[in-house]
């Protein structure tokens, strides 16, 4: 027979499991808000690192300012500062902390209840650099005891991006100091990304995107994207570190870009894989990319023809689809595109651009808050083109020579939409005496530079003995003259929009990342390959 009291919710139940009472939780002390936070009421071990939670800072009017991230650092409170007249008193709201147990410690028995920590002063011990203390208030209940932190700041922790500070809390509860580790996250939102010293991939061997220069990019909109292409062996890593400000008389392996090396050169390769990537100091950022019409990337393929994707039919129709999707990503997301070439004229680069502008993605169109009218109204974008012509001799920079050229460029490229006129020439510079606009009215983008560090020998080459003459008796301007015009009107080539709207550094990652992916799978792509085969 049941006894009053007994059965599954009685007193004599509850005793069997144990004989626990359930306590009943204390009231809220106004003074102290932080005691009663979420209904938690259960912390961690001795054993187990504690974690540390911010709640809203309360005035002095007792009115909550809103959640705020504290961090420690050595001697001070992050967010808290102290009165510069010595008197101790907080210029900001007192952040409130709670060691709080983790998720997979709650419930266990002999478990201790939550510590409510306020922070109510920062002192700098004179024994211990970087050592401060963060005082505790007193516990509103007998079960919930006071504690002391003593945090001392790791001598390592310096601040910079990426790293973490390792502080060392020393607890003091119920008269035993323990000793707990905290790893406190240092950033630094408002630092500058460090300067590049070489480049990093923009797009592997593989072309596959890689996302690691977003580290190097700035949220602002004041940059320059510029571009190169050429075909093997024509100078185009070593025109992209002339641009960088690197010296045309310094040794190759202080350039930025690594030029060609006398091993791969005698293996007629070539040296760069993909896109590389580099942004200068006045936020330029340079694109080299692999060589267009390669015979060397031919015979890597053909060599690896196993590895091609199925939708490809040969190893020679696979090597001019990564040209030409590496030209129309540059004519998409370049404000301007250098085409280095060490002869002129080659026909088949100059089809090959053209086969690359046909093939260009078109212009993302305005989101759908913009009305259909202009939708309609938005123009494709096309970006400057320069025709650099490396390894003149002094023929080629002849008045004669260089209108030759301009004509003949500008008949190529008459009905093209690519921008081939006013952006740099070597008319706009100044520094050869009969060579102006007036006298090269066509204003192609067309710029000359001589051999750097010829090894030709002289028996074989007579024009090498014209390079030891001064620069005055050979026909055109010092190198270093040349190369710093060039540079001046490359960085000052037209800032045209990209797309509808202005692009940050960061956005234009993202958005090249996307028109990359969107030529790797273009429809266009996919039915000129099934037209080459």
Known sequence: MATPGSGAGGGGGGSARGGRRRRRRGGRDPKHPTDDIEGDSVSSTGSKTPVILAKHGIDKHG????????????GAIATGSQ???????????????????????????????????TVSKTSVMP?????????????????????????????????????????????????????????VPVHNRLALPPEMTQTIKLVDEAFHWCDNAMETLQDQSDFLVIGVLGLQGSGKSTVMSLLTGTQANQPHSSYIFKPQSADIQEQAGHQTRGIDFFVTPERIILLDTQPVLSASMLDYLMGHEKTLPPEMTSAENYAEIQSLQLAAFLFTVCHAVIVVQDWFV??????????????????????????????????????????????????????????????????????????????????????????????????????????????????????????????????????????KSFRNQMYGATRTQLTHATLTEKNWFHYAARTWEAIKKSSLMSEFNRLLS
Do not use: W
């Open 83 to 117: 009165d510069p007249s010595g008197s101790g008193m907080d210029q900001t709201p007192t952040p409130h902390f709670k060691i709080k147990t983790r998720q997979g410690e709650r419930g266990r028995q002999g478990s201790q209840p939550d510590i409510a920590v």
């Open 63 to 74: 009115k909550e300012t809103g959640s705020q991230d504290f961090s420690m650092t050595p």
């Open 346 to 483: 080659d026909i088949n680069l100059i089809e090959f651009l053209k086969r690359a502008e046909m093939l260009k993605p078109p212009t993302p169109s305005p989101g759908p808050k913009h009305d259909e009218s202009s939708v309609e109204e938005t123009e494709d974008y096309f970006p400057n083109i320069v025709f650099v012509q490396n390894r003149a001799n002094h023929q080629d920079f002849e008045l004669q020579s260089m209108q030759a050229m301009q004509q003949t460029l500008d008949k190529l490229f008459k009905d093209s939409k690519l921008n081939y006129k006013g952006c740099a020439s070597l008319s706009h510079c100044g520094i050869m005496a009969g060579i102006n606009r007036k006298l090269l009215p066509l204003d192609v983008n067309l710029f000359l530079l001589p051999t750097f560090n010829s090894h030709i020998n002289s028996k074989e080459d007579p024009s090498t003995l014209m390079s030891l003459l001064p620069s005055c008796y050979q026909g055109y301007p010092s190198t270093d003259l040349l190369v």
């Open 127 to 183: 024994s211990k650099p970087g050592a401060f203390t963060i005082a505790t208030t007193k516990a509103s209940t007998p079960s919930t005891p006071s504690m002391t932190i003593e945090a001392h700041a790791s001598p390592m922790s310096s601040g910079t991006p990426g790293q973490q500070s390792v502080h060392q809390v020393m607890t003091r509860h119920a008269g035993t100091p323990q000793v707990l580790g905290i790893e």
